[in-house]
């Protein structure tokens, strides 16, 4: 009779065995396929960001509107706009590198990506409170309606405060 241990190693060592099988199998591919799946991915992305930008740039000029920004009010509304701007085209950037690299190297790209995202998201921060602050207590309401909105719509399956432009996170 198989003890616990026993049996989780024998498990463990089937897992490992059949990941082992199928590994150059999942690793094949098909030069031509590739090239034509790789270009066909290039243009999803092209079409899928220039959709993205569209909407962002249709949602900000809303938010604009409904805050009434005042030409005192602009600066600050540029650094906010600026901030919530998507960054373009690192996805495909990232999966080509990302495939090249061993798991350590893999771990500390992710590191470094987590800290630049963290970094951004301060930037973010800083540029809403910045706006916040430029704004009158009307502006503000407006503001404060507008953004519990965008988050209890990213809370109940939207995406992160998509109705408001940002799409970075």
């Given at each position: 009779m198989l003890t616990?241990?026993?049996r989780s190693l024998a498990t463990l060592?089937?897992?490992a065995l059949c990941t082992a099988l199928a590994w150059p199998a999942m690793a094949q591919t098909n030069v031509l396929g590739n090239t034509a799946q790789t270009q066909?991915?290039?243009d999803k992305d092209q079409?899928?960001?220039q959709a993205r930008a569209e909407r962002h740039a249709k949602r900000m000029a809303e938010f604009k509107k409904a805050?009434?920004?005042t030409p005192s009010q602009e600066a600050a509304w540029m650094e906010f706009e600026k901030q919530m701007q998507a960054r373009k085209g690192h996805h495909a950037q990232n999966r080509a590198a990302i495939s090249q690299m061993s798991t350590p190297e893999r771990l500390d790209f992710m590191r470094k990506h987590r800290t630049e995202r963290m970094a951004r998201a301060d930037a973010r921060d800083q540029a809403v409170k910045?706006?916040?602050a430029a704004l009158s207590p009307e502006q503000q309401k407006t503001m404060d309606t507008q953004w519990q909105k965008a988050m209890?719509?990213?809370h109940h399956g939207g995406r992160h405060m998509h109705k408001m432009g940002h799409q970075d996170m």
């Open positions: 616990i241990r026993n060592a089937a897992a066909a991915q290039q079409k899928y960001q805050l009434q920004i910045t706006l916040y209890h719509k990213h």
